[in-house]
């Protein structure tokens, strides 16, 4: 069993940073996609950024240019630098592992909060 606890949400203000963790518990996949998504509620939950086991990254339009993915494969920890932060970037924040073998399993953290204002 994989387990994801993410961590690092808060309040900030317009323009101020946050960094997300997700710490992966168990054993990571071989080849593996870890997203960052993120909810508003009432809204579907919507991909903004990731990062493969190989390390290649990709960002939504949203995010690209403001908000970073990188990770700690000794740690086995993926976190999420985001800057200049916006109001509409309020919502909470989830990652998700996805194996890119068979069977093709994913797994969700919980969540974590973040709100922008001022």
């Known amino acids: 069993q994989v387990q994801l606890v993410e961590s690092g949400g808060g309040l900030a203000q317009p323009g101020e940073s946050l960094r997300l963790s997700c710490v992966v518990g168990g054993n990571l996949f071989r080849t593996y996609h870890l997203g960052w998504h993120r909810q508003i509620p009432g809204q579907q939950r919507d991909l903004i950024a990731g990062?493969?086991?190989?390390?290649?990254?990709n960002y939504g339009r949203s995010v690209k240019g403001r908000f970073i993915v990188s990770k700690d494969n000794a740690a086995n920890t993926f976190y999420l630098q985001m800057n200049n932060l916006k109001t509409e970037d309020t919502a909470t924040y989830f990652c998700k592992i996805s194996n890119l073998d068979p069977p093709h399993d994913h797994y969700w953290g919980r969540g974590t909060q973040v709100a922008v204002s001022s």
């Open positions: 990062i493969t086991s190989s390390g290649s990254t």
